[in-house]
């Protein structure tokens, strides 16, 4: 059994901080954008053109077309339309809620994917991450208030649904990543799920003045830095290391709510959180050991 080299994993951990940065600075523009009335289709196909010229200005100048070939495109495609979808939830949700409060209901993305694997991959499933599970959604009743003036119940839905879809990509990942590389699987769900939204595009696009269309480039370009850096930490360190990194980004949430919107999370949110938060990495942890108990018994 080997383990990441050091300089390795303080790569991986630093790559992620980094993504979670570009996240919560792309949420805070696509945010503006929605203000400054700008579609969410608009915002979601500069997004993903932000993307796919990223990646595909690394492919040309490293290591070429043919690195991102593949035998599995309908794969590819079923993973475009899931991670689009969930994707066009979780933009939803962040033009509707505050921004701490959406990046919270997006923390149940570990919940949801133990549930699919339950379901889907007939993992099993012990009573330690079931109960994580029930506490999870738990703390998502204390921040969501149902039936309450908190917020929108429009907008609790629309980031439940991104966090399942963004679970149920999580699955379908770990069937793809057995053959493909991690350009090659951003490659092309940045080029493919451009063909519906370019549809999409051609129905809702609008005359912006010269700001908005600075903010939809912004977009692209963040989103697509921030997807290459999520995507190479995890090729540097292990996912039980570098994903529990994600839950800074309540942080900045929190700053960016602040100092850009005026806007700051209430007392549900503090109690509510941690809750979603334990639950998470509990769920990692147990994810961990069950990785580490399968890996002695193949040695033995």
């Given at each position: 059994m080997t383990t990441a080299a050091p300089d390795r994993i303080l790569a991986a951990i630093g790559l992620r901080l980094l993504s979670v940065v570009l996240f919560a600075m792309m949420n805070v523009v696509i945010k503006?954008?929605?203000?400054?009335?700008?579609?969410l289709g608009e915002i979601l196909f500069f997004?993903?053109?932000?993307?796919?010229?990223?990646?595909?200005?690394?492919?040309?100048?490293?290591?070429?077309?043919?690195?991102?070939?593949?035998?599995?495109?309908?794969?590819?495609?079923s993973r475009a339309?899931?991670?689009?979808?969930?994707?066009?939830?979780?933009?939803?949700?962040?033009?509707?809620?505050?921004?701490?409060?959406?990046?919270?209901?997006?923390?149940?993305?570990?919940?949801?994917?133990?549930i699919l694997a339950a379901l889907a991959l007939r993992e099993t499933t012990g009573w330690h991450r079931w109960g994580a599970v029930i506490a999870g959604f738990?703390?998502?009743?204390?921040?969501?208030?149902?039936?309450?003036?908190?917020?929108?119940?429009?907008?609790?839905?629309?980031?439940?649904?991104?966090?399942f879809g963004t679970a149920a990509v999580s699955i379908l990942l770990r069937q793809i990543t057995r053959t493909e590389t991690a350009l090659t699987t951003v490659?092309?769900?940045?080029?493919?799920?451009?063909?519906?939204l370019s549809v999409v595009y051609t129905f809702v696009a609008r005359p912006h003045p010269v700001e908005v269309w600075l903010l939809l480039a912004v977009v692209g370009l963040i989103g697509g830095l921030a997807?290459?850096?999520?995507?190479?930490?995890?090729?540097?360190?292990?996912?039980?290391?570098?994903?529990?990194?994600?839950?800074?980004?309540?942080?900045?949430?929190?700053?960016?709510?602040?100092?850009?919107?005026?806007t700051l999370p209430n007392a549900a949110l503090w109690i509510g959180a941690p809750?979603?938060?334990?639950?998470?990495?509990?769920i990692l942890w147990r994810e961990?050991?069950?990785?580490?108990?399968?890996?002695?018994?193949?040695?033995?």
């Open positions: 503006l954008s929605e203000q400054h009335r700008a579609a997004r993903q053109v932000g993307a796919s010229l990223l990646i595909s200005s690394i492919v040309l100048s490293g290591p070429g077309w043919r690195s991102v070939g593949t035998k599995r495109i309908g794969t590819h495609i339309i899931l991670g689009l979808t969930a994707m066009a939830f979780s933009f939803t949700t962040i033009v509707t809620l505050p921004l701490a409060e959406a990046t919270t209901l997006g923390f149940t993305v570990p919940i949801f994917a133990t738990a703390g998502v009743l204390i921040v969501a208030q149902p039936g309450s003036a908190h917020f929108p119940l429009w907008g609790a839905a629309t980031g439940l649904l991104g966090a490659f092309w769900f940045s080029t493919l799920s451009l063909v519906p997807q290459l850096a999520m995507t190479s930490a995890l090729g540097l360190g292990p996912v039980s290391v570098v994903v529990p990194m994600d839950y800074s980004s309540l942080l900045w949430a929190t700053v960016f709510g602040w100092l850009v919107f005026g809750v979603i938060v334990a639950s998470g990495l509990y961990r050991v069950r990785h580490v108990i399968r890996t002695l018994e193949e040695v033995q």
